[in-house]
């Protein structure tokens, strides 16, 4: 069984709104957007729609041969990706849960359950092997990099890496995994997301340039 990792977007924000799983991402999109309810995501829906728009579907994940603790370790890793990175999700939980809904008492008690817990080696191997060689959408990507142009993630989130690794030294093993990681990539032909970024900051060296020069001319 094939299952998709889905979002769905803002279409005027371009905000990443909602993370989801389906064998069949079309037909779930259509029950999104003609579905009535209280839960938040139909409530942004709902507004949407009252002002003529629809969500913008993305397909962000494919598992193959899925079964469902496969799906669930990906949807939980992109909901927590997303959270990270500021997008303000209508997810009800961190995922895996299959669309079904929890009262607020359950999602508290699973999310003081899950504090300190820490993912198997089995888990991560999985994960690793899935994602080995898989790249995000450049389209995914750009959308991204427009959504969190000049953002920084929230200064809990930071104050919580900091902590996590203070103190913490890399093996000799890491860090030569770490250098030979960073030639790989300084071999490999530039993407086009690379390609932007680089124009875009030449861009802004350029601009700056300019604006000292007449500063110091005038």
Aim: overall charge positive; charged content about 30%.
């Amino acid at each position: 069984m094939t299952v998709y990792i889905y979002t769905l977007s803002d279409p005027i924000s371009g905000l990443i709104r909602y993370v989801g799983k389906s064998i069949s991402p079309v037909f779930r999109f259509r029950s999104h957007c003609c579905r009535n309810g209280s839960t938040h995501r139909e409530r942004w829906i709902s507004v949407l729609r009252r002002n003529g728009h629809k969500p913008v579907l993305d397909i962000v994940d494919t598992i193959i041969d899925s079964n469902d603790e496969d799906w669930q370790e990906h949807q939980r890793f992109w909901i927590a990706y997303l959270r990270f990175i500021g997008c303000p999700l209508t997810n009800l939980d961190t995922g895996g849960m299959g669309g079904k809904k929890q009262s607020r008492e359950s999602i508290e008690k699973k999310r003081i359950k899950s504090l300190g817990r820490k993912v198997s080696e089995e888990t991560k191997q999985k994960l690793s092997r899935a994602h080995s060689g898989k790249t995000i959408a450049v389209e995914t990507r750009l959308k991204l990099s427009r959504i969190f142009k000049g953002k920084s993630p929230p200064p809990e989130h930071m104050e919580r890496l900091r902590m996590i690794h203070k103190g913490r030294k890399n093996s000799p093993e890491t860090i030569a995994k770490m250098r030979q990681s960073a030639l790989n990539v300084i071999r490999k032909p530039l993407s086009e997301l690379h390609k932007l970024r680089i124009a875009e900051g030449v861009r802004r060296a350029c601009s700056l340039r300019n604006k000292q020069t007449l500063k110091s001319n005038a």
